[in-house]
């Protein structure tokens, strides 16, 4: 989900006043893309009153970490299913929360410019829902798959969460983002990047670059060129190269976060 809610690695509640925007909020962009086929493999669970989708890793793989998948506006839809299932099979104990409580935005437009749907109106219902319910999903996931040396990381596509339990980070094609998300930035951090895409436009991407590299943050910036935003998650997997940049970006991520979580 497209979300103002702070970085899961950064710190929290620290908007300085005159905070300029660098990730714009979600548009006709974020509305976009190709459903893909496939059959997904892990369970619908209830967690703090919200379907969370979990899927585990094979027991050769697992490397004893929780992955915590934060969706775009399409939310519990067959292709995060297929990427969570992916970073499952990476090693990771992966978990999406559907904070659309069964209302993804394909639900309710019916087409691509559908002049009946008001997509601010529909955001904002679901953002009064998910500002408040995600920390408590994040800490009873914690208090549920949490200990015994386990460490989280959090992944985003759109969307970026808070609370700080994670160890590593990751975004593909961001929304609804501040300077300040980047100045307080606390730890690692992997932008997986479309060369077009309105709502992280490159120079917003440069000036995120700028704050990280001022500040000495971790982070590593992977940019595809030709691709749009949603490329990460909704490309055309029929079009040889936007499948290769999709699953380039998996695979970014994810080995990202296996260096992070083995420090």
């Not at 086929?37 to 490397?63: F, H, L």
């Not at 104990?93 to 559907?98: E, N, Q, R």
């Not at 410019?113 to 994040?138: I, Q, T, Y």
């Not at 300040?180 to 997986?192: A, D, G, R």
Request: with cysteine; net charge negative; proline share 5%.
């Amino acid at each position: 989900m497209d979300s103002k809610r702070t970085e899961e690695v950064g710190k929290t509640g620290e908007v300085a006043s005159g905070d300029q925007e660098i990730a714009k909020p979600s548009g006709e962009c974020c509305l976009q893309g190709t459903i893909h086929e496939g059959e997904p493999r892990g369970r619908i669970e209830s967690i703090a009153d919200m379907e969370t989708y979990v899927v585990e890793p094979p027991k050769d793989k697992a490397n004893g970490h929780v992955l915590l998948y934060y969706p775009d506006v399409y939310g519990h839809f067959v292709n995060g299913f297929l990427v969570m299932d992916g970073f499952a099979n990476a090693g990771y104990t992966v978990l999406g929360p559907d904070y659309f409580r069964g209302d993804p935005v394909q639900k309710s437009r019916k087409f691509r410019g559908d002049p009946d749907f008001d997509f601010e109106a529909w955001l904002a219902k679901h953002m009064k829902f998910s500002d408040p319910a995600v920390p408590r999903w994040n800490a009873e996931v914690k208090a549920k798959y949490g200990g015994g040396g386990k460490k989280f990381a959090c992944v985003g596509y759109c969307d970026l969460a808070k609370d700080g339990i994670c160890t590593a980070g990751a975004f593909a094609h961001p929304a609804f983002l501040k300077e300040s998300h980047f100045h307080n930035l606390e730890k690692p951090l992997f932008l997986s990047c479309a060369e077009i895409d309105h709502t992280f436009p490159n120079e917003y991407r440069n000036r995120a670059v700028d704050i990280m590299q001022a500040e000495k943050k971790h982070f590593q910036v992977q940019l595809f060129q030709g691709v749009e935003h949603g490329f990460a998650l909704r490309g055309d997997p029929t079009n040889a190269y936007e499948r290769y940049t999709k699953e380039q970006s998996l695979q970014g991520i994810v080995g990202w976060l296996d260096f992070w979580l083995a420090q």
